[in-house]
């Protein structure tokens, strides 16, 4: 059973530092895509950032530059580091993994940004 699990959301104010982590189980995650995906109050999600099976790695535009994302092969493990939070970070961010055709997904783990 494959199982994606996020922890390190919280609180932090505005300027503020802080790291997702994805702990997957029943799934290896250095030969797939990885992504965060994040879902603000009141709006549909959206992807954040994508780190592909080769390492390449994509970002929305209202995170570039701030946000990092990457993957630890020996750990099974995702990262979002998010550096220079603004309130509008606030959201419930998710971890997804796509595997041979199946999507899979996190509960999520929520952020909040104080101003």
């Known amino acids: 059973q494959v199982q994606l699990v996020e922890s390190g959301g919280g609180v932090v104010q505005a300027g503020g530092s802080l790291r997702l982590s994805c702990d997957g189980s029943?799934?290896?995650?250095?030969?797939?895509?990885e992504a965060w995906h994040r879902q603000p109050p009141g709006k549909q999600r959206e992807l954040v950032a994508a780190?592909?099976?080769?390492?390449?790695?994509n970002y929305a535009n209202s995170v570039k530059g701030r946000f990092t994302i990457s993957r630890d092969n020996a750990k099974n493990t995702v990262y979002l580091q998010m550096n220079s939070l603004k309130p509008e970070d606030t959201a419930v961010y998710y971890c997804?993994?796509?595997?041979?055709?199946?999507?899979?997904w996190g509960k999520g783990t929520l952020v909040t940004v104080s101003s």
């Open positions: 997804h993994s796509f595997s041979r055709g199946i999507n899979y």
């Open positions: 029943g799934i290896i995650f250095s030969g797939n895509a």
């Open positions: 780190i592909l099976s080769g390492g390449v790695t």
